[in-house]
């Protein structure tokens, strides 16, 4: 298998964490496609993508899988372990928790680049206070029960932790972690986990 993917981006880091928690990570040929932004899409990804987006995935017989919460439970079918993408009653809490990780992402990713790439005189103060809001409020919502995530793995802690790891790496002026004291502890110690240490963003 190939993956298309950046060392920044947190939608591949996800996938990347995946593969490595269910021992697949040396059955994937990794394809860099630094550089890739709104503006500037690299052939890397166009000439396998479309949608110019990474991750992208291609198997091993060449057919192209997209985005990637698809690419994770195409990866989540393959192994013989514990199902990272739970069964039964579980599974909605995770789903639900991977989610609300990916709202967080959905809004910083974004934000990233109308503060990064964006003309200062283009931006627009209003929004970009509102998405750190929206940011903010999700982190207040998921500290009240991230006491009780504890280390066992699935899409949704691995989410959770790769979005957090996002806003460390392009948000280091926010102090996300003033009001959440259990999620940043959660977030601490899965970091120790060698998955999020060979995956982290640079």
Known sequence: MRLI??????????????????????DIELIDATGISPVNPTDTVTRVNPLARIPALLTDGDELIVDSRVICEYLDSRHNHTPLVPQGEKRWQSLTLAAMAEGILDTAVPLRYETALRPEQLRWPE??????????RTLDYLEQDAATLGEQVCIGRIGLACALGYLDFRFDTVDWRTGHSDLSAWYSEFCNRESMRQTAPY
């Open 5 to 26: 993917y950046a060392p920044a981006s947190p939608f591949a880091r996800k996938v990347r964490v995946l593969a490595i928690e269910t021992r697949q990570d040396g």
């Open 127 to 136: 929004l970009i206070d509102c998405q750190f809001n929206r940011i903010l």
